[in-house]
């Protein structure tokens, strides 16, 4: 996060930079950690889970040099913006052939809005469904609660994901169990779906 910093000349080669680091969140209880960043310049937080929202944060940069040595500490404000982890509710139909194939209507928050991606469209892209590790095909977003896609192959339980991909940002949500596959085929008949 932060690069190339220095001391000073080369005479105060041997001071120490701290790096001081005040939030102010408009979110209550954005944080579980609050950001820091370690002496290598790597800025640290951690979100409380299912957290999202803004962030102002003021960084000031100090060395422990003394008297005509010390330094002018040098202040930066920057803003974090946490997007939402998208959420999956419900899966239907809740069964798909082994074959896949089967259409499915994929329901839940923050698959794309100004909210959930920091922009706004008519319609978002970079984002993809999963079935038990196998991408959807033909996925359709509607809304920020609504996509569908056509199944992939399986069988037993699969967790279904909603990965979103936008300029370098990476989230997903998932839901466990989120599809069932039947478990065996009797006369080439399906029966027996997993739980």
């Known amino acids: 996060f932060v690069e190339n910093i220095t001391t000073g000349p080369v005479n105060e080669g041997d001071q120490l930079l701290t790096f001081l680091v005040q939030t102010i969140s408009t979110e209550q209880n954005l944080f579980s950690s609050e950001p820091s960043i370690d002496a290598d310049g790597t800025l640290r937080f951690h979100v409380v889970n299912g957290g999202y929202g803004v962030a102002n944060v003021l960084l000031r940069i100090v060395d422990n040099g003394s008297g005509e040595s010390t330094g002018t500490p040098v202040s930066k404000g920057f803003v974090l913006r946490i997007f939402p982890t998208p959420v ?81 940002l990476s989230r997903s949500g998932v839901r466990e169990a989120g599809v069932a596959y039947p478990l065996a085929l009797y006369g080439g008949v399906e029966a027996g779906a997993g739980s």
């Not at 798909?96 to 978002?124: C, D, I, K, N, P």
């Not at 896609?149 to 909603?162: D, E, K, L, Y």
Request: with cysteine; net charge neutral.
């Open 88 to 168: 999956i509710s419900s899966v239907s139909p809740r069964i798909s052939s082994t074959r896949g194939g089967s259409s499915l209507t994929v329901r839940g928050r923050h698959f794309g809005s100004l909210l959930s991606r920091g922009y706004t469209a008519e319609t978002y892209g970079d984002f993809a469904v999963y079935v038990g590790g196998a991408q959807c095909l033909n996925t359709t977003f509607f809304s920020d609660e609504m996509v569908t896609c056509v199944s992939p192959p399986g069988i037993g339980a699969a967790w279904v994901s909603f990965n979103i991909s936008d300029g370098g």
